[in-house]
């Protein structure tokens, strides 16, 4: 089973080799990590997404509150949280097949973003299925390329992964 967390950390050189040495040390497998600025320049909000069973996760986030520069931890609920993942997909295609492959596309909510004689490159964000979706419909033209960034998550409705302010919280 897949688990999503969201993680605070101090905006800081050094931090996601520190994270992702964790996850080495302990032999835990990263499926997908996302990091970027949050609202405060100082904080950084990183998406991971892991494989394994609750005793798995529990350690995952065990361990990542035990380092200096993370502020926060969060396991996010399946269900209580919106995911997708942007991706940039090169496909091969001859003039003729420019058609086909921009109505797949627009029925995709896929935009291209580079047409060349013997390519088009799409760029498309949403869930794991619709990225697979997509692939699935364009294999047959016959992919040159696939380039992913990793999950983003965030709650949804009125929660939200807060930076701790002091140790009450």
């Known amino acids: 089973m897949q688990h999503t967390l969201s993680v605070l950390v101090e905006n800081q050189p050094g931090v996601l080799s520190k994270v992702a040495g964790l996850f080495s040390r302990r032999g835990f497998n990263i499926d997908s990590l996302s990091v970027g600025i949050t609202a405060d320049p100082s904080v950084s909000r990183m998406t991971i997404v892991v494989s394994g069973g ?26 209580k949280f919106i995911s997708c993942e942007p991706m940039l997909i090169k496909v091969t295609c001859k003039t003729k097949q420019h ?20 390519s088009l490159t799409l760029q498309f964000t949403g869930s794991e299925d619709k990225l697979q979706t997509l692939i699935s419909l364009l294999r047959p033209y016959g992919i040159k390329e696939i380039v992913r960034a990793g999950a983003l998550a ?16």
């Open 99 to 118: 058609a086909e492959i921009m109505n797949i596309a627009e029925l995709m909510s896929a935009s291209i973003v580079d047409v060349a004689a013997s």
């Open 154 to 169: 965030i709650e949804k409705g009125s929660c939200i992964t807060l930076r701790k302010i002091n140790a009450e919280e």
């Open 54 to 79: 609750e005793h798995i996760v529990e350690q995952v986030e065990k361990q990542l509150n035990k380092l200096i520069p993370v502020i926060k931890v969060k396991v996010l609920e399946p269900g």
